[in-house]
C-alpha cells in the first residue's frame, strides 16, 4: 500500500528520503536541495546514465545548489582542516570520501538501473520507475548502511588525522551518530 500511495504523487517518498538525510546523513542540505538531488538521480539513473558519470556530476550539482550559509560551514570545515593538516589534509579527506562513496554506491546505482530497465519492460510509467527506484534506494540507506559508510570512512585515517576531521565534520556530515562504532586505521574508536 505504501509504494502504491506513493506512485499517485511520489511525495511520500521524498518525504522518506529527505527524513532518511537529516535523520542519519546531514543537515547541511534544504529539503528543496534534497529532492533536486532525488529528482536528478533517479532520472538519470532511469535515463540510462553510467552511475559514475553521475556521481561525477552530482558534486558539481550539489555544489552549484549550495547557499551563502552553506558554503560558510564547508570552508569553516576546511579552514579547521588546513589549519592542522595542510591542504594535504583536505585532499586526503575529500579523495577518501569519493572513494568511498564510489565503492560503495556506484554497484548500487547499476542494481537500481537494471530495475527501472525491468519496470519499463513491464510497461511501468515512467513515474511509476522513478518511483520503484527511489523505494529500492530508500531500502538501501537504512540507519545501518549510514553507519558502514561511515566506519569505511573513519578506517582510512589515522587517529590523529580523525581527531582533526572530527568533530568539525558534523556540521556537514553526522558523523556524532556513529563515531563511538566506528575505528580509525590504528584501531582506536
Same mark, same amino acid.
Given at each position: 500500500i505504501f509504494l502504491i500511495l506513493c506512485q499517485i504523487n511520489n511525495l511520500t517518498l521524498k518525504e522518506e528520503a529527505y527524513n532518511r538525510v537529516i535523520n542519519n546523513f =546531514?543537515? &547541511?542540505? *534544504?529539503?528543496? +536541495?534534497? #529532492? +533536486?538531488?532525488?529528482? $536528478?538521480? /533517479?532520472?538519470e539513473l532511469y535515463i540510462g546514465t553510467d552511475p559514475s558519470t553521475i556521481g561525477n556530476n552530482l558534486v558539481s550539482k550539489i555544489t552549484s545548489m549550495l547557499t551563502a550559509l552553506q558554503y560558510g560551514t564547508v570552508t569553516i570545515f576546511g579552514t579547521v582542516i588546513t589549519t592542522k593538516l595542510g591542504l594535504q589534509g583536505v585532499n586526503n579527506f575529500v579523495n577518501v570520501l569519493k572513494n568511498v562513496s =564510489? #565503492? #560503495? &554506491? *556506484?554497484?548500487? /546505482? $547499476? %542494481?537500481? %538501473?537494471?530495475? /527501472?530497465?525491468? *519496470?519499463?519492460?513491464?510497461n511501468d510509467t515512467k513515474q511509476e520507475s522513478l518511483n520503484d527506484g527511489l523505494y529500492y534506494t530508500l531500502t538501501f540507506f537504512s540507519k545501518k548502511r549510514f553507519l558502514t559508510f561511515s566506519c569505511r570512512i573513519k578506517k582510512h585515517f589515522t587517529n590523529y588525522q580523525w581527531k582533526v576531521y572530527y568533530p568539525a565534520i558534523n556540521d556537514i556530515v553526522m558523523f556524532n551518530l556513529y563515531n563511538n562504532e566506528c575505528m580509525t586505521s590504528e584501531g582506536v574508536v
Amino acid at each position: 500500500i505504501f509504494l502504491i500511495l506513493c506512485q499517485i504523487n511520489n511525495l511520500t517518498l521524498k518525504e522518506e528520503a529527505y527524513n532518511r538525510v537529516i535523520n542519519n546523513f =546531514s543537515k &547541511l542540505f *534544504t529539503r528543496d +536541495q534534497i #529532492n +533536486q538531488i532525488v529528482d $536528478y538521480v /533517479m532520472e538519470e539513473l532511469y535515463i540510462g546514465t553510467d552511475p559514475s558519470t553521475i556521481g561525477n556530476n552530482l558534486v558539481s550539482k550539489i555544489t552549484s545548489m549550495l547557499t551563502a550559509l552553506q558554503y560558510g560551514t564547508v570552508t569553516i570545515f576546511g579552514t579547521v582542516i588546513t589549519t592542522k593538516l595542510g591542504l594535504q589534509g583536505v585532499n586526503n579527506f575529500v579523495n577518501v570520501l569519493k572513494n568511498v562513496s =564510489s #565503492n #560503495n &554506491l *556506484t554497484p548500487f /546505482m $547499476y %542494481q537500481i %538501473q537494471n530495475r /527501472m530497465i525491468e *519496470t519499463k519492460g513491464e510497461n511501468d510509467t515512467k513515474q511509476e520507475s522513478l518511483n520503484d527506484g527511489l523505494y529500492y534506494t530508500l531500502t538501501f540507506f537504512s540507519k545501518k548502511r549510514f553507519l558502514t559508510f561511515s566506519c569505511r570512512i573513519k578506517k582510512h585515517f589515522t587517529n590523529y588525522q580523525w581527531k582533526v576531521y572530527y568533530p568539525a565534520i558534523n556540521d556537514i556530515v553526522m558523523f556524532n551518530l556513529y563515531n563511538n562504532e566506528c575505528m580509525t586505521s590504528e584501531g582506536v574508536v
